[in-house]
């Protein structure tokens, strides 16, 4: 086993341990008949699927292949989520970490002051609890789908500093302190740099400065004492990006401020970079830091993309869809499969070199179908970034990853 899951391993024995006994308390007590049904309906469809996932993709397990090496995760959408049973058994085959794509943001979970949706969120944990996954919350401070209220005074102005912060506390408070042992890690803050290494000049950085930062990582240790906490971010690869959240993480050591880890999303593209030294590069830096290292929401973008100046992840991008920039709807030719073979390869290469310094792998996204790279920056293209496909498949390519990167 890798030394890194052994901690995880006990975690969850304790964790399974308490659940067993609260089982048997509530036992005790008949269930309400709406919780009793929705119990005897979900055990049904989970076993039905379950039962049917013995299928050509249990040759090959992600999490088996890559057990001594590293977590191997995904993200789930609100509709995996909350009923596609078959999606589930294919996830709890195949991975053994998990993140909700976008139930745990902040506009989903809380759209209104007061107004709090938990049903997703609380089934994606519960699904993770049952298959003994590690799971990951994302995101609890970011500049992208938070409602606007959040930074609005009750007069719709600009929301003074200690309003702002007010509300980050209680939502903090709130979201982590509800899943407070059973969710083990959490993307505390997301994207907070421009890839040139400045802040980016967000809500959060306008009205309470850089600080908003380390505010955040204080209130979620706070919150949860036990939980691993992570900065997430995409490009980190680029050395002025990772330059800067090098200094961000030294400075909050420095100050005491406890910090996990560092989430370098994986959103690459054939020639995106051009050299995976710079990926190298990045891994052995954060590491040096003494802090875990993560590839999050890994895909590989097979299609070109029409604004080379900003490759990322900014969901803000949205341009007019042209032909030349959606070559492949029907399927990839020879050409590009062999080019996306060979990218993924080279990729998983830098991976395996260095997994004693990564902690987890995760695919944003199940399969091809679901994978965000369809609608951004371009709506209605057609992408095939993920290593399983539109039928549910694990690609050929997958399964000589790690044969070929030794």
């Keep these: 086993m890798h030394r890194q899951h052994r901690g995880i391993l006990m975690r969850h024995l304790l964790t399974l341990s308490s659940s067993f006994l609260l089982l048997a308390c509530q036992a005790a007590a008949p269930p ?13 469809r989970a076993q039905v699927a379950e039962a049917a996932s013995g299928s050509e993709n249990s040759q090959f397990q992600f999490k088996e292949a890559f057990k001594e090496h590293f977590f191997m995760g995904t993200a789930l959408s609100k509709e995996q989520i909350l009923g596609d049973k078959k999606i589930q058994a294919l996830v709890s085959e195949q991975f053994n970490a998990l993140t909700a794509e976008n139930e745990m943001k902040w506009e989903r979970i809380n759209p209104e002051p007061g107004i709090y949706d938990w049903q997703t969120a609380d089934a994606l944990v519960e699904y993770s609890q049952r298959h003994n996954m590690f799971t990951t919350g994302h995101t609890l401070v970011w500049h992208q789908q938070v409602p606007d209220w959040v930074f609005k005074d009750n007069t719709a102005q600009q929301a003074p500093a200690a309003l702002l912060t007010q509300r980050m506390k209680h939502h903090i408070e709130t979201v982590v302190g509800r899943y407070k042992g059973k969710i083990q890690s959490w993307d505390v803050v997301n994207e907070a740099f421009r890839d040139d290494g400045s802040y980016r000049k967000s809500s959060w950085f306008k009205i309470l400065g850089p600080d908003y930062i380390e505010t955040a990582f204080k209130l979620a240790h706070a919150a949860d ?3 691993k906490l992570y900065y997430n971010d995409y490009n980190l690869w680029k050395p002025e990006k990772r330059d800067s959240v090098v200094r961000m993480v030294k400075n909050l050591k420095q100050k005491g401020i406890t910090i996990h880890g560092i989430g370098m999303q994986g959103h690459y593209g054939l020639n995106h970079p051009e050299n995976l030294q710079y990926i190298e590069d990045a891994i052995v830096a954060f590491h040096q830091l003494g802090v875990d290292v993560m590839v999050t929401e890994l895909d590989i973008t097979v299609i070109p993309f029409p604004d080379s100046e900003n490759q990322g992840a900014d969901i803000s991008l949205n341009i007019e869809l042209q032909e030349k920039y959606n070559p492949y709807p029907n399927g990839l030719s020879e050409e590009a499969q062999q080019a996306f073979d060979r990218r993924y390869s080279d990729v998983f290469k830098v991976f395996v070199k260095h997994s004693d310094k990564l902690h987890r792998i995760t695919f944003w996204g199940v399969h091809d179908a679901q994978s965000w790279r369809n609608g951004w920056p371009i709506k ?27």
Excluded at 36 to 44: E, F, I, N, R
Excluded at 387 to 399: F, G, T
């Design 32 to 44: 309400s008949s709406e919780t009793a049904q929705q119990v005897s309906h979900q055990d049904t």
């Design 225 to 227: 004492p036990e939980a």
């Design 380 to 406: 209605g293209r057609t992408d095939y970034p993920l290593l399983i496909d539109r039928d549910l498949k694990v690609k050929p390519v997958a399964k000589s990853l790690l044969s070929s990167s030794r």
